[in-house]
Protein backbone atom coordinates (compact mmCIF):
# COMPACT_ATOMS: atom_id res chain seq x y z
CA UNK A 1 0.00 0.00 0.00
CA UNK A 2 2.95 2.34 0.38
CA UNK A 3 2.98 2.38 -3.38
CA UNK A 4 -0.16 3.67 -4.04
CA UNK A 5 -0.23 6.48 -1.44
CA UNK A 6 2.77 7.47 -2.76
CA UNK A 7 1.12 7.92 -5.99
CA UNK A 8 -2.10 9.50 -4.47
CA UNK A 9 0.17 11.85 -2.72
CA UNK A 10 2.29 12.73 -5.82
CA UNK A 11 -0.90 13.14 -8.23
CA UNK A 12 -2.59 15.04 -5.56
CA UNK A 13 0.71 17.30 -5.27
CA UNK A 14 0.44 17.42 -9.04
CA UNK A 15 -3.29 18.95 -8.39
CA UNK A 16 -2.29 21.26 -6.05
CA UNK A 17 0.62 22.32 -7.85
CA UNK A 18 -1.63 23.08 -11.08
CA UNK A 19 -4.17 25.09 -8.50
CA UNK A 20 -2.02 27.20 -7.10
CA UNK A 21 -0.52 27.53 -10.98
CA UNK A 22 -3.69 28.85 -12.01
CA UNK A 23 -4.52 31.19 -9.16
CA UNK A 24 -0.55 32.72 -9.40
CA UNK A 25 -1.44 32.99 -13.43
CA UNK A 26 -4.65 34.81 -12.64
CA UNK A 27 -2.98 37.37 -10.21
CA UNK A 28 0.07 37.78 -12.34
CA UNK A 29 -2.75 38.54 -15.57
CA UNK A 30 -4.84 40.89 -13.25
CA UNK A 31 -1.68 42.84 -12.41
CA UNK A 32 -0.91 42.88 -16.30
CA UNK A 33 -4.35 44.14 -17.35
CA UNK A 34 -3.88 46.92 -14.93
CA UNK A 35 -0.73 48.18 -15.74
CA UNK A 36 -1.77 48.04 -19.34
CA UNK A 37 -4.66 50.16 -18.83
CA UNK A 38 -2.39 52.79 -16.75
CA UNK A 39 -0.02 52.70 -19.67
CA UNK A 40 -2.94 53.54 -22.04
CA UNK A 41 -4.44 56.72 -20.11
CA UNK A 42 -0.76 57.38 -19.87
CA UNK A 43 -0.08 57.36 -23.40
CA UNK A 44 -3.69 59.62 -24.27
CA UNK A 45 -2.06 62.29 -21.96
CA UNK A 46 0.78 62.56 -23.33
CA UNK A 47 -0.42 62.43 -26.76
CA UNK A 48 -2.98 65.17 -26.55
CA UNK A 49 0.32 67.12 -25.01
CA UNK A 50 2.54 66.07 -27.76
CA UNK A 51 -0.64 67.58 -30.54
CA UNK A 52 -0.68 70.93 -28.34
CA UNK A 53 2.98 71.46 -28.40
CA UNK A 54 3.75 70.24 -32.19
CA UNK A 55 0.43 72.68 -32.97
CA UNK A 56 1.90 75.75 -31.09
CA UNK A 57 5.39 75.03 -32.97
CA UNK A 58 4.09 74.77 -36.10
CA UNK A 59 2.14 77.88 -35.57
CA UNK A 60 5.20 79.67 -33.93
CA UNK A 61 7.70 78.66 -36.97
CA UNK A 62 5.98 77.78 -39.91
CA UNK A 63 4.42 80.43 -42.35
CA UNK A 64 2.98 79.65 -46.07
CA UNK A 65 2.97 81.79 -48.69
CA UNK A 66 1.13 81.15 -51.67
CA UNK A 67 2.49 82.53 -54.88
CA UNK A 68 1.25 82.46 -58.03
CA UNK A 69 2.98 82.36 -61.36
CA UNK A 70 1.83 82.60 -64.44
CA UNK A 71 5.19 82.74 -66.74
CA UNK A 72 5.21 79.04 -67.15
CA UNK A 73 1.53 79.30 -68.55
CA UNK A 74 2.92 82.16 -70.99
CA UNK A 75 5.75 80.37 -72.03
CA UNK A 76 3.48 77.44 -72.72
CA UNK A 77 0.99 79.52 -75.25
CA UNK A 78 4.32 79.22 -77.52
CA UNK A 79 4.46 76.02 -77.78
CA UNK A 80 0.80 75.26 -77.89
CA UNK A 81 -1.13 73.73 -81.05
CA UNK A 82 -3.76 75.49 -82.55
CA UNK A 83 -6.57 73.08 -80.97
CA UNK A 84 -4.45 73.80 -77.50
CA UNK A 85 -4.81 77.01 -78.29
CA UNK A 86 -8.49 76.84 -78.95
CA UNK A 87 -9.54 75.07 -75.70
CA UNK A 88 -7.40 77.35 -73.86
CA UNK A 89 -9.61 80.90 -75.61
CA UNK A 90 -12.45 78.57 -74.71
CA UNK A 91 -11.36 78.13 -71.22
CA UNK A 92 -10.63 81.89 -70.67
CA UNK A 93 -14.07 82.95 -72.10
CA UNK A 94 -15.67 80.72 -69.76
CA UNK A 95 -13.83 81.78 -67.16
CA UNK A 96 -14.55 85.03 -67.67
CA UNK A 97 -18.27 84.60 -67.97
CA UNK A 98 -18.67 82.73 -64.49
CA UNK A 99 -16.82 86.30 -63.61
CA UNK A 100 -19.12 88.04 -64.65
CA UNK A 101 -22.29 86.28 -63.89
CA UNK A 102 -20.90 86.38 -60.06
CA UNK A 103 -20.81 90.39 -60.24
CA UNK A 104 -24.11 90.53 -62.11
CA UNK A 105 -25.34 88.61 -58.81
CA UNK A 106 -23.03 90.30 -56.53
CA UNK A 107 -24.62 93.60 -57.59
CA UNK A 108 -28.00 92.18 -57.25
CA UNK A 109 -27.74 91.05 -54.01
CA UNK A 110 -26.43 94.65 -52.78
CA UNK A 111 -29.20 96.36 -55.18
CA UNK A 112 -31.63 94.13 -53.63
CA UNK A 113 -30.44 95.10 -50.08
CA UNK A 114 -30.68 98.51 -51.16
CA UNK A 115 -34.04 97.98 -52.00
CA UNK A 116 -34.90 96.55 -48.83
CA UNK A 117 -33.53 99.37 -46.82
CA UNK A 118 -35.20 101.70 -48.78
CA UNK A 119 -38.11 100.07 -47.96
CA UNK A 120 -37.92 99.72 -44.08
CA UNK A 121 -36.95 103.55 -44.27
CA UNK A 122 -40.11 104.20 -45.63
CA UNK A 123 -42.19 102.27 -43.54
CA UNK A 124 -40.30 104.00 -40.87
CA UNK A 125 -41.40 107.19 -42.40
CA UNK A 126 -44.98 106.07 -42.87
CA UNK A 127 -45.00 104.96 -39.29
CA UNK A 128 -44.20 108.68 -38.22
CA UNK A 129 -46.49 110.15 -40.43
CA UNK A 130 -49.13 108.22 -38.50
CA UNK A 131 -47.49 108.78 -35.34
CA UNK A 132 -47.78 112.81 -35.96
CA UNK A 133 -51.32 112.56 -37.77
CA UNK A 134 -53.01 110.71 -34.35
CA UNK A 135 -50.85 113.31 -32.37
CA UNK A 136 -52.57 116.35 -34.81
CA UNK A 137 -56.36 113.94 -34.29
CA UNK A 138 -55.96 114.20 -30.99
CA UNK A 139 -54.87 117.20 -30.07
CA UNK A 140 -58.00 118.70 -32.53
CA UNK A 141 -60.38 116.37 -30.46
CA UNK A 142 -59.13 118.20 -27.36
CA UNK A 143 -59.47 121.54 -28.91
CA UNK A 144 -63.19 120.53 -29.25
CA UNK A 145 -63.66 118.84 -26.14
CA UNK A 146 -62.12 122.69 -24.41
CA UNK A 147 -64.40 124.51 -27.04
CA UNK A 148 -67.53 122.55 -25.95
CA UNK A 149 -67.02 123.12 -22.47
CA UNK A 150 -66.25 126.87 -22.47
CA UNK A 151 -69.12 127.07 -24.72
CA UNK A 152 -71.50 124.94 -22.71
CA UNK A 153 -70.23 127.15 -19.65
CA UNK A 154 -70.62 130.25 -21.31
CA UNK A 155 -74.77 129.01 -22.13
CA UNK A 156 -75.39 127.94 -18.52
Do not use: F, P
Not at 33 to 38: F, L, R, Y
Request: aromatic share 0%.
Amino acid sequence: MDIEEGIKKVLLAGIGAATASVEVVKDIANTLVEKGEAAVSQGKVINEELKRDVKEKVKDHVTVNIVKEYKDAMNAVDHMTAEELEALKEKIEAAEKAAEEKAAKEKAKKAEKEAKAAEAETEAANQETCAAEAEDEAADQEENTAAEEAKSETEE
